[in-house]
């Protein structure tokens, strides 16, 4: 590892807005929900001197330290209280359950994209790339890998839980103060800036149905009062592995590829007929297909083209959740060097690992080179006629998949302190990643051609093979790729004048930031069959420096107004400004609104040294397959290439957005909030729209500008008629504008009853109202409530509500909470790969003969209910217990997700439906 000297280079000093870090004190009892829109009592107003000796806090989104927290922007806390109650054991599993995280999420059961082995929020729909995760407020650097070879993000994987004491989950613009990336929003984990004493935890768990077994361990140990001792010192240990759940462990129909019984597709094609190792020929000069030998992998099966043994490679090789192991070391050491300055060094380590095995590999495959058509010559020992012979076959005998190896360390310096007036911030962070992946058992094209040639390699008895033939063929590949992020900050805060709402606040700070990627290609010289590319290079140094201004201007009107100012080395400039208001008619109640304009820089992948190429499952549209009789070339989903490459003309995205919510406490024992957000997004980076150069290909039209569709080879079956698809070249570009509404609601409450008993209900949900992308061309494509954009990350779709209902009763000893997430279900249609408004409105999935799959077009909602438990033995030993998925609800049925394991279900929305009723028990232990 070897940090960017820029890290030692005392030249500059940077800010990153610090979250908790600007806090002269931090709150006794860290807030839940939405805090208060209370003022302080009157007696505090009249006097600012003894107000600010309260008690201030720095929330997310705003650099000023506050007695009322409660900002013109919404922000939700999560408390490690409330992360306890909930059952879920890992970061990616809190952020990715808040109501707000829709469009472009990405589930750790994706483990066949891009950014396999990682995990990411998308607050507002709005992808991975357009929410900020930060650690204290301060940066972190991306995962090494870009979603869909093009969005750069922050894995939730590498950021470790034990030490976290909130999470504050900004849903707003914050570009004013953060800078590029938080267009939808901040997601800030604050992690506990001292503790004392040792906290151990040790948990298992597993499903009813079988697989997932889990063991997780923890251990926080500290000491030191900064007080008394002037030091404190902490460290927090934690591992966890998870089984995998092979998709031959569930029920129909997500164990199986075969959805004829249902009227679906079947497993007619290449697919069946090559039947794992033992495969079918036919005569290159026509005839009929015939097994190579007898059938292993499933029943033979004849039809018009033959005899072959039926092959359900989802059933005997899919995964459902991928085998994980993740763990590391995190610590932090704080001196006190004076009664006003402090100083503080945290350094972390975490690594997580992702295995991804997958089925045998083909010999057909569209893509990077087109071998549907391979024979085997005269004289090939696996060849019994007389002229060479069409070969469908899997290479059952050599394992294929990835492994995946990711480690995030971090090294954070922090100084803090007063003079003067001014509180005092300098930090600096020094992030660096890398990850390791391996491939193994993709077919090398040279070594396939090689092996067909000179009869190297036995078809027929598979088992003869030696280890030194199977490498020819599929010789593995590893790279390693990295990136970086070093950056010196500095920022200052302090009262300014007196108003007749209190004082005023003035925060200033300034950055610089160095930011590099290095993602070697996936596949070199494009060698590896049926196996997609990425590969990015690039490197900038960012420069920014931002104001807040606060203005209680009245007892009952607070207006804040921030601005940031950034160059980038490879973009230019840009302004990002803010303005918020607060109004509050009543003690009881607040409005609040804000208006905000941000931006996101393009990520290496989309303006550096760069390209990508994945795929997506297809199937053409009913006339299409009309015109072929119906035939399995055209009837049976197939991986469709799409191949973009980098812009180096792309350009920032901008957005403009605005929220107004309105906050109510009546009572001390209720707290609601509802927030109505509309954002628009203009020079939206995306790909280029294939939806029109389908469209121009099928009516026989020229190519649409932007988009060259290359075909396949000819159909068989039908070799006169027009060819599918095979791939889409196009590249980066910026759309017209993205524009998204909706609203989010909190609502908090809790009642206190005789004996200590305490009940609290907390409920978060997410409506979404519009989520429209205009193209270049004026064409408008319509999203929430369908499965689009289906080329977006795992292909999830856009639910139009997201929402969480957290019950907690409190006895004594014993803690009970159930919680409810539900989320909405979806039209199977996306605007984005042809379908919507071009064929009539025809689902992402058909039947053999060409009408919709389902026949309502429409995926269900998903709910699922989790009930989890302690009891405190004594103040020492406390015993924890969840069932996760209570009612074992399964997921809806989606047979068009790619996401899955092609297992029927969608993971992104109802992971928890087809891992089944899970059980965890567990204890933890103080000293």
Sequence with gaps: MKPNKLAFALAGLLLTPLGTAFAQTTPATPPTGNASPQ????????????AKQLQTIT???SAIPRIDVETPSPVTVITAAQIARSGLTTISDVVRAIS??????????????????????ALRGLTVNSTLVVIDGHRVTSYPVADDGERSFVDLNTIPLAAVERIEVLKDGASSLYGADAIAGVVNIIMKPSFKGIEATADVGTSQHGGGFTRKATLLAGGGDLEKDRYNGYMSVQYQKDNPIWTRQRSFPFNTGDLSSLGGPGLGGPAARAGGTNGAIMPSTGGLWQPLQACTSGPLVTDATGSYCRYDPVNLFGQLQPAMEQ???????TIKLNDTTQAYLEASYMEAKTEAPGGPRPIQNSTPHNTSGITLPVGNPSNPFAVPALISYSFGDIPSGFNYNNHNARIVGDVRGQWSDWNWDATAVINHAWLDTTQYGFISYQGLLAAVANGSYNFVNPSANSAAVRASLAPGYQKTSTTDLDSLDLSANRSLWDLPGGSAGLALGVQLRHEAQNDPTLNPNFEFQGLGNAQT?????????YAELDLPLFQQLEVDASGRFDHYTDVGNNFSPKLGIKYKPFDWVAIRGTWSKGFRAPAFAENGSSSTQGFITYTPPPAFQALHGGSTYVTVPYGLSEYTLANPNIKPEKSRSFTLGVVLQPTSWLNASIDYYNIRKSNLIVQADTSAALANYYAGLPQSPGVTVVPDL????????????AELIGSYLNAQQLKTTGVDLDLQAHFDFPNGMRYTTELTGTQIFQWKLRLPDGTSQSYVGTQGPYNLSSGAGTPRTRASWANTLEAGPLTVTGTLYYTSGYKEIAADVGVLGLFDGDCLSTTPAGTNFPASCHVGSFYDFDLTGSYAFNDKVSLTASIMNLFDHKPPFDPANYAGAGANYNPTWSQAGVVGRFYNLGVKVRL
């Excluded at 003022?39 to 600012?48: E, G, H, R, V």
């Excluded at 707000?100 to 995990?119: E, K, L, Q, R, V």
């Excluded at 000819?714 to 698809?725: G, L, V």
């Design 327 to 333: 763990g590391g070391v995190s610590g932090r050491f």
């Design 714 to 725: 000819p159909d068989p079956a039908n070799p006169a008629a027009q060819p599918r698809p």
């Design 59 to 61: 929330v997310t989104g």
């Design 100 to 121: 707000a995280d829709n469009s472009g999420s990405i589930p750790n059961a994706f483990s066949n994209g891009f950014a396999a082995g990682s995990s990411g929020v």
């Design 537 to 545: 290079k690039g490197s900038r140094d960012v420069s920014g420096a």
């Design 39 to 50: 003022n302080p009592p009157p007696d505090q107003q009249a006097n600012p001197q003894q």
